[in-house]
T-cell receptor
């Protein structure tokens, strides 16, 4: 079974600075998808960024980018120019693309604080 | 284009009571799932469905039932509520294979006393 590990329960960053959230996963599959979700205090789950395992190029969405290291099974999220609105729980998630295995496996989350 | 609609948003139950959490999506998504979120444990899969009439168990199915009579609806039933079922519940749907992230409902905070 696939597992996702987020080893940083809490992180803090100053406004306008850069922070990196860590995620590692375990799988025997060669093709899969990885995601970062943001959960603000409103409780809504918001998709931040996604990565296809067969693509070597790291995904980027505005201030959010990932460092995907397939051999190391690592998928970290970098937030540049942090803003107060970035404060939230961040979940890393793994998904296989095939048939009935279309399930997301989540890590335990990292709570990000943004300070002035 | 409501997305995924969950009701109710909050619920308090007494131990032993039963209830149904409703979930509906209007995106014609094939896959629907129920997750529970507990502090320090992330989101864990309860049940999922790959289409009308087809359901399967996830990681933590005990104490919950589901059915999928239509593509749009995927209710979650608590048969006899227990304090261990106090949690935040999310319904989510996805179109199918490929690089799609799930669309989540806004969640239901359930407290069992």
């Amino acid at each position: 079974a696939q597992t996702v590990t987020q080893s940083q329960p809490e992180m803090s960053v100053q406004e306008a600075e850069t922070v990196t959230l860590s995620c590692t996963y375990d799988t025997s599959e060669s093709d899969y998808y990885l995601f970062w979700y943001k959960q603000p205090p409103s409780r809504q789950m918001i998709l931040v960024i996604r990565q296809e395992a067969y693509k070597q190029q790291n995904a980027t969405e505005n201030r959010f980018s990932v460092n995907f290291q397939k051999a190391a099974k690592s998928f970290s999220l970098k937030i540049s120019d942090s803003q107060l609105g970035d404060a939230a729980m961040y979940f890393c998630a793994y998904r296989t693309p095939y048939g009935t295995a279309s399930k997301l496996t989540f890590g335990t989350g990292t709570r990000l604080q943004v300070t002035l | 284009n409501a997305g995924v609609t969950q009701t109710p948003k909050f619920q308090v139950l007494k131990t032993g009571q039963s209830m149904t959490l409703q979930c509906a999506q209007d995106m014609n998504h094939e896959y629907m799932s129920w997750y529970r979120q507990d502090p320090g444990m992330g989101l864990r899969l309860i049940h999922y469905s790959v289409g009308a009439g087809i359901t399967d168990q996830g990681e933590v199915p005990n104490g919950y039932n589901v059915s999928r009579s239509t593509t749009e609806d995927f209710p979650l039933r608590l048969l006899s509520a227990a304090p261990s079922q106090t949690s935040v519940y999310f319904c989510a749907s996805i179109k199918g294979g490929g690089l799609y992230g799930y669309t989540f409902g806004s969640g239901t905070r359930l407290t069992v006393v």
